[in-house]
Each structure stands twice: as C-alpha cells, then as structure tokens.
C-alpha cells in the first residue's frame, strides 16, 4: 500500500494525490533496482514521475522512515494496516495496492533443518498473504 503520515500528505498533498505532487514529494525507495513505486505510478496514473527518493535498504528502516514522515512509499499491507488502523499512516490512494511476487529461495545443500523451515514459511505465507488470482 502507498502510505505515509497524515502530516506528510497535508504538507506535499494539500490537493489531493497528484502525479504533479508526487514529482515534487520525497518518497521512500529501497535501493536503485527498486520499481514498486514506478510501477504503482504507472498503475495509478498510468504515466511516470520523476520521484526525489531516499534510499533505505531494509525494510525495517524503510517502514520507519514512512512512519517518521521522511517520504511516502509502499509498505506489506500486512505491516502496514495496524499504522493505517491508529492513524499513524494514511493509505494515499485507497484501493490502489501493488502487488508484488514473493519467492523464497534457498540451496537444496543446505540441509534438513531448511527444508524444514522453507515447509513452515511457504505454509504461512499461503495463510497470510494475499493472492493475485491470475
């Protein structure tokens, strides 16, 4: 989900989410291969933006600085949705998520104890997390 503190979109959004103001808003990238936000971008407004990124790569850290009103930027609505619900973070344009392929990956060398665990997270991640149905 696109989110960031109520402050921060009153500060840069004072219109309403515009690809304008986002050309001129800093926003929260993980690192320079990241494209979760063009490719939302592209979704929403079906164009680009020319975005003034901060790079933050970890996921803690990249939450954080969201929450701290360092930039907008799109968080696991998983993590996000207890932000949104006490009104810490607000969701910019709901309705809008992006949905993004997970894959776990490890090395079949690596022993019973990874399979084991790969067993418990791919089943946890079946639970948990959203599906796209394409």
Known sequence: LAVATPKFVAKYFPEGITLKALNSSPSIIFDRKDRISDNWIRSVFNSTAKLTPHYMSSFVG??????????????????????IENGTL?????????????????????????????????????????????
Not at 62 to 83: H, K, M, N, T
Not at 115 to 130: F, G, K, N, Q, T
């Open 90 to 134: 607000v969701e910019m344009k709901p309705g809008t998520n992006q949905n993004v392929p997970l894959h776990w990956q490890y090395s079949v060398n690596a022993g019973q104890t990874m399979r084991a665990l790969s067993v418990v997270v791919l089943d946890v991640a079946r639970e948990e997390l959203m599906t796209d149905p394409a």
């Open 62 to 83: 990249y939450q954080q600085a969201c929450i701290d009103g360092v930039g907008w930027g799109l968080v696991p609505e998983i993590s996000a949705r207890p932000f």
